[in-house]
């Protein structure tokens, strides 16, 4: 039997260094109770899975009080909502774990 026919056919690509994030929206966020949010405080809360080591926040739900979120990405939805309700965003660098001094795109 030919080569081809005997060697095992993978299906797609993944990258070696793909980065997946866990997810968490913003309504869930605003039924937490606390005014801070990090990445510990939210794997020790059971809202994202141990093994997500990266954190999004996205823009699905509401949120009527100000909080202060530390995590590696947020979408542009769950920048505004949190920012419109006078909350603030601390992004992690996702090699360190520390606060990224940059500004934010656009602005």
């Known amino acids: 039997m030919p080569l081809v026919r005997r060697v095992p056919k993978l299906k797609g ?3 070696p260094s793909r980065r997946v994030h ?3 929206n913003v309504g869930r966020l605003n039924e937490l109770e606390g005014d801070e949010f990090s990445a510990e405080d939210l794997h020790d ?3 994202v899975r141990k093994r997500d080591k990266l954190i999004k926040v ?4 509401e ?7 530390r995590v590696h990405a947020v979408s542009e939805t769950a920048r505004n909502k949190i920012e419109a ?3 603030t965003i601390e992004l992690l660098d996702e ?3 520390e606060v990224k001094k940059t500004a ?3 602005k």
Do not use: C, S, Y
């Open 45 to 47: 809360a059971g809202v």
């Open 22 to 24: 866990g997810a968490i």
């Open 95 to 97: 090699r360190t774990g």
């Open 13 to 15: 690509f993944t990258p």
């Open 58 to 61: 996205l823009g699905n739900g």
């Open 63 to 69: 949120i009527d009080r100000p909080i202060t979120v």
């Open 104 to 106: 934010r795109k656009g």
């Open 85 to 87: 309700a006078g909350g």
